[in-house]
Every structure is written in C-alpha cells, then in structure tokens.
C-alpha cells in the first residue's frame, strides 16, 4: 500500500505563490505517473498537472500553463506543484495523484486546501 502526503496549501492573496509537496509512504519504482489534480465547490476533480517518473511527458490544464510548475524528485519519491500568480479562480482541494503502472492502480493524497482571495 502506498501513502501520498501532501502538505503546503493554504490562503494567499491573489498575485501570490504556494509550493504544494507529496510525498509517497515508500519508494516507487518503475514506470509511474505522478500529479496533481484540484476540485473546486459544485465542480468535477480536474487534472492540474502530471509528470512521468523519467520526466519525458509533462502536461498542465491549459487554465494554468505560465503559471504552474510541476517537478518531482524521485530520489525522494515527491512532487511539487510550485504556484505563481495564482487567481481566485485557484481556489479549490488540490489532491496529488499516482499512477504506478508495475502495481496497475493509482493512489490519492487526502487533498490540501488552497484558497486564493481577490
């Protein structure tokens, strides 16, 4: 079983910044996707950004490409979802997301919230 950790979330003016963190319970090896997906009040979990373990495949929502950075570190088993400029329309549970394709399931963290005032 695996664990994702997040941590980093919290309520920022608009134009600012917060760095999410997720952290897994173990070490994940082979070929896995990791990510970052947020779900706001009244609407569908939506994908934010992913990166691949051999970081070759990156992608972002188009609402946050410019904005959003995803990077991971696999010697620590994380990922990061570095936030700049963020907008009221940020706002919303950002969940952390693994796709590990040798265990053919996929995990989530238990979410952190992110609140962006206008």
């Known amino acids: 079983q695996v664990q994702l950790v997040e941590s980093g979330g919290g309520l920022v003016q608009a134009g600012g910044s917060l760095r999410l963190s997720c952290a897994a319970s173990r070490s994940i090896f082979g070929v896995n996707t990791m990510g970052w997906y947020r779900q706001a009040p009244g609407k569908q979990r939506e994908l934010v950004a992913e990166i691949t373990s051999g970081r070759s495949t990156i992608n972002y929502a188009d609402s946050v490409k410019g904005r959003f950075t995803i990077s991971r570190d696999n010697a620590r088993d994380t990922v990061y979802l570095q936030m700049n400029s963020l907008k009221p329309e940020d706002t919303a549970v950002y969940y952390c997301?693994?796709?590990?394709?040798?265990?053919?399931?996929?995990?989530w963290g238990q979410g952190t919230q992110v609140t962006v005032s206008s």
């Open positions: 997301r693994l796709l590990w394709n040798v265990r053919e399931r996929v995990y």
